[in-house]
């Protein structure tokens, strides 16, 4: 649902429900669930400038069951109970009609109980700050870049909470590339790379590099 009292201010408010049941290898099943909220503010008070404020509510509960060999009886491996929570804002600036500066701050919470393992839970918290660049190369494509930094605190026993928490300060980098090529059919050049520093892991590097085709 949306809502504009003015050309300048917009509020959007979003909800949506989940259900998933997905039979793995290894004789595993999974059921999953969720109900999240959405709540989205925009203003743009001039013509360069936006802020945007969003913050976001989801329940879940995952079910992992072991369901053994023929003549077994099904085991629950986890049964996990979790509450996402995020707020976030953000602001963009158009620099010049090619060069875009953005900023976000968010604040991100996850508390998660396993109520098949006598309440074990897991809480983190993390404060991050990402600034982005966007140059766009005029319908040819454009190029992406950002930095964020973040520290996150926890409680419990990791990883029950999510998989891309760390613990302490991490800085991440990310560059993406796009570049249309258009000879006998559109062709995309693609680059991105990815550098991530962590507290307790080696600094990691990932590159990759592909065409995509349009036919």
Not at 9 to 31: A, G, M, P, W
Not at 80 to 92: A, Y
């Amino acid at each position: 649902m949306e809502f504009s009292p003015t050309l300048l201010f917009t509020v959007d408010v979003e909800y949506s429900t989940r259900r998933q049941l997905n039979k793995r290898i290894h004789s595993r099943e999974r059921k999953y669930q969720s109900n999240q909220w959405n709540l989205r503010a925009r203003s743009a008070p001039v013509a360069r400038f936006s802020l945007e404020a969003e913050w976001e509510k989801r329940r879940y509960r995952e079910h992992l069951i072991d369901l053994g060999i023929q003549g077994d009886a099904p085991r629950t491996v986890t049964n996990i109970i979790g509450d996402e929570r995020t707020s976030s804002l953000t602001s963009q600036y158009d620099i010049t009609d090619k060069i875009t500066l953005g900023l976000e701050g968010s604040y991100k919470t996850e508390n998660d109980i396993d109520i098949s393992d006598a309440g074990r839970d897991t809480s983190t918290r993390s404060l991050s700050l990402e600034n982005r660049w966007i140059y766009s190369l005029r319908g040819k494509g454009r190029v992406n870049f950002s930095y964020q930094i973040t520290y996150g605190t926890s409680t419990g026993d990791l990883p029950l909470a999510r998989y891309n928490f760390y613990d302490g300060l991490s800085h991440e980098v990310q560059c993406r590339a796009d570049y249309r090529v258009r000879k006998f059919t559109d062709l995309t050049l693609r680059f991105n790379y990815r550098f991530l520093a962590t507290e307790q892991n080696k600094p990691e590097h990932r590159a990759q590099m592909e065409v995509v085709a349009e036919l």
